[in-house]
């Protein structure tokens, strides 16, 4: 099943400064992307992961979507982070 969407939250929280355009990611952002990862197994469990972010999101003023998938590649995460907006489908 599909993490919580408020332990979601707190996973994704140290990566709101470099998706917000910071040049390196914070060091819990990568252990928060790690563990959230791993909980995304199924496409059921990275459904809801993006419907939580989708919601959560535009409440944190501007950000840049296209830092998501930069967050795995800094952090050496092999699971795809698509960019994630308030238009994002997440199906």
Do not use: H, M, W
Not at 65 to 84: D, E, S, V, Y
Request: aromatic residues 4%; contains cysteine; charged residues 15%.
């Amino acid at each position: 099943a599909a993490p919580p969407c408020q332990e979601v939250i707190v996973s994704i929280t140290p990566c709101l400064s470099f998706i917000k355009g910071q040049p390196d990611p914070a060091p819990g952002c990568c252990s928060g992307a790690k563990g959230l990862a791993k909980q995304a197994n199924t496409k059921q469990d990275r459904q809801g992961i993006c419907q939580c972010l989708k919601g959560v999101l535009p409440k944190i003023g501007p950000y840049d979507p296209k830092r998501f998938p930069l967050i795995a590649q800094k952090c050496g995460i092999n699971t795809l982070i698509p960019p994630i907006s308030a238009t994002t489908d997440c199906t």
